[in-house]
């Protein structure tokens, strides 16, 4: 693609480089809790540009625009207009954070209006576009050689994680495990339940069964729906689990009421192959910990990158079987899930998943 051309980025090095964004996220969404803290931090070398896409605007909407140096709203531009709103930005970097999500202006990514093209955050996987010239990762989720011939964009692997979190520090987390009061064991799992597949429910069960007199909290908002939640008792019923092993809740009001729930929980099961990203920082942010396995793909790998980057190294198996073993050891050990409670929160302000400077130079 012709965009800018190249030879004008040689020119521009002293002075700010333009970064471009497009989004339909910026607003309350996964993808602003991850973007809100870069966009906040950039250098006075970057000049950045954010294109919302968005149907939605609220107060997370007027942070980002507060915080980004030039603010679109291009919901109503066609692809060939938004393409000649960049080109007379004179974008250099035109980041994508949608992928093929809802909301996505991929059509103008394929019209390469900027010299460089990054794809980051908003899909996890290739966008299979020629004109997207990168792929932001990094070394854990992507290691070098694991899947690099089944992306279209080059893979830029970043030096610590490839995503950076802001945790909220007006919702306190507690300091003590609900086992102190429950006397068992509390599971729980908060994801999609796109990913709480049949491979997953087999798993957790094995777990609930080696774990005695265990629990296991699931939150979605589809379990408003009475069938839905019999209909997932059935699933674990097929493998031994009780009714009564099982707690099903529902959406929350707020998101402060959402992470309030965290209290519930002992310890936290990742999905696979497609794991938590949201969901697992905010429990981690809560003072839960949370068992995954790294698999062979970006998406299966996601929940070993940010335990990784939080100094959590052994609470990550490397396969389903020591993913259970893992689980029931860490459930068994009830005295270091305590102290970790207490200090998992300043722990994980402390990482590299919290660094916003060094994640944004």
């Not at 471009?20 to 910026?26: E, H, Q, R, T």
């Not at 699931?218 to 019923?237: C, D, H, I, N, T």
């Not at 389903?320 to 409670?341: C, H, I, Q, T, Y």
């Amino acid at each position: 693609g012709q965009g800018q051309g190249t030879g004008n980025l040689s020119k521009v090095l002293n002075e700010p480089i333009k970064v471009g964004y497009v989004s339909a996220d910026f607003c309350e969404h996964s993808v602003a809790r991850f973007f809100e803290p870069l966009i906040a931090v950039h250098s006075s070398k970057i000049e950045t540009y954010c294109y919302a896409n968005n149907t939605k605007h609220d107060h997370i909407t007027e942070r980002i625009k507060s915080k980004s140096n030039h603010w679109r709203d291009v919901l109503q531009l066609s692809d060939a207009q938004l393409c000649k709103q960049i080109k007379a930005d004179g974008i250099h970097i035109l980041v994508d954070m949608s992928g093929h999500s809802d909301g996505n202006r991929l059509q103008v990514f394929a019209a390469k209006p900027a010299p460089i093209q990054v794809t980051w955050l908003g899909y996890a996987d290739t966008t299979g576009l020629p004109t997207i010239d990168y792929r932001l990762v990094d070394a854990v989720t992507d290691p070098v050689g694991l899947g690099d011939a089944f992306y279209s964009e080059k893979l830029f692997r970043l030096p610590g994680p490839f995503l950076c979190y802001q945790g909220d520090t007006n919702i306190a987390g507690t300091d003590d495990i609900p086992f102190k009061k429950n006397d068992h064991i509390t599971f729980g799992s908060f994801n999609n339940l796109n990913k709480v597949t049949a491979e997953v429910i087999a798993a957790w069960s094995r777990i609930l069964h080696q774990v005695p007199n265990s629990k296991l909290v699931l939150k979605a908002p589809a379990f408003k729906e009475a069938s839905l939640v019999q209909f997932y008792m059935g699933l674990f019923a097929t493998h031994g689990i009780a009714a009564e092993q099982l707690i099903f809740l529902q959406k929350t009001k707020t998101t402060q009421e959402h992470l309030e729930l965290y209290s519930r929980v002992d310890l936290c099961l990742d999905t696979f192959p497609y794991n938590g990203t949201t969901t697992t920082c905010e429990a981690l942010w809560m003072g839960v910990p949370v068992v995954t396995y790294a698999g062979k793909r970006h998406v299966a790998r996601v929940g070993a990158s940010i335990l990784h980057h939080t100094g959590l190294d052994d609470w990550v198996a490397a396969d389903v079987d020591e993913f259970v073993e893992l689980a029931v050891a860490k459930a068994n050990d009830v005295e270091a899930l305590a102290e970790l409670r207490g200090s998992l929160r300043k722990q994980v302000q402390a990482s590299a998943l919290c660094d916003h400077e060094t994640f944004a130079s």
